[in-house]
């Protein structure tokens, strides 16, 4: 598969480098992206679109509806990043226009490609509660963090992964304590499958923790972004290797750097390729991430009523 580079954003030469060390793909050349010896860099975009398979798009500049909908047009496959320029419009027309030509498109939905979900496989995973913290420790640098956006967003697409069913209705409150904006914010989701997902998020806290609990029938796990663990403990009569009363207990590494990042894309573009070879649904296509965008749009609706502050 022929990949091509559109913009810049976070592209870079270790990108180029991961992403070319796979033998089922490698990238051609980019438009108005950055310049590289080993790159071809193509003068327009007719042109760039008419030499390759697949559009890569790291750059949010370069993610407006026009943009991405003449790719798709041209019956190339997309991999964006982020398409927060485009409106829920957008999204849906690009995805019927995907439909039509035949094209894959994959979403920068980054959690749905964690290591803990590789572990998890071996269970039967079908919670009835979740329950996630995530808390950052307050700092000047902090009141620029939106608690929806930058915070709970993670949260809510795992705990949609997780509860694998629609979402039945949203309620979520949150204060101001220093700013104007919320500082915490709980939200409760109640799903059609009867799981209940609570959240909270804090940008105010005296200490990081993220940190992410489901309880079903006969399992418990829990998930700690921070210390890189997920825990199992399944009641299963056996307690044959397990590590004293938490059972199963097993060390990830995710790391945040952007050796880390860059890892982690290289895992998005392999099930990005693999979801176009083999003709299925991508885990993080575009439905997912207009769920995901549903959720979050309802809880800021929700928040213009339910915000109080002492600013």
């Known amino acids: 598969m022929r990949i091509g580079i559109l913009g810049l954003g976070n592209f ?23 310049s590289l010896d080993d790159m071809h860099q193509y003068s327009s975009f007719p042109e760039f679109l008419v ?69 998890l496989v071996k269970y039967d995973v ?7 913290n995530r808390f950052v420790k307050f700092n000047k640098k902090s009141t620029h963090l939106s608690v929806i956006d930058d915070l709970m967003l993670h949260d809510i697409d795992v705990s949609i992964k997780l509860a694998n069913a629609d979402v039945k209705s949203v309620y979520s409150t949150a204060v101001g304590v220093y700013y104007k904006d919320p500082d915490v914010v709980n939200t409760r989701i109640e799903f059609y499958n009867g799981c209940v997902a609570n959240l909270s998020a804090s940008k105010i806290a005296n200490k990081n923790k993220h940190d992410t609990k489901f309880f079903q029938n006969n399992t418990y796990c829990s998930i700690d972004f921070v210390n890189q663990t997920l825990k199992v403990q399944n009641n299963t009569g056996d307690d044959a290797g397990c590590e004293e009363q938490w059972g199963v207990k097993t060390t990830y ?38 769920q995901l965008k549903s959720v979050t749009d309802k809880i800021k609706e929700q928040l213009e009523r339910n915000f109080t502050t002492n600013a």
């Not at 798709?72 to 398409?83: A, D, F, T, W």
């Open 12 to 34: 870079s030469k270790k990108v180029f480098n991961v992403l070319n060390s796979n033998e089922a793909y490698g990238i051609v050349g980019s438009y108005d992206s950055l």
């Open 126 to 132: 079908t919670p009835r509660i979740i329950d996630t």
């Open 253 to 290: 590494a995710q790391t945040k750097d952007s050796d880390g990042y860059i890892s982690m894309l290289g895992n998005e573009i392999n099930s990005f390729y693999n979801c176009i070879a083999k003709k299925v649904e991508p885990t993080a296509g575009i439905s997912q991430y207009l």
């Open 51 to 119: 030499e390759i398979d697949a559009v890569v798009v790291l750059d949010i500049l370069s993610s407006d509806f026009k943009s991405l909908s003449e790719i798709v047009r041209n019956g190339k496959h997309l991999y964006i990043e982020s398409p927060s320029l485009c409106s829920r419009r957008d999204l849906r027309n690009l995805e019927h226009l995907a439909y039509e030509s035949g094209s894959t498109i994959q979403v920068g939905l980054k959690q749905r490609f964690y290591d803990f979900y590789h572990d």
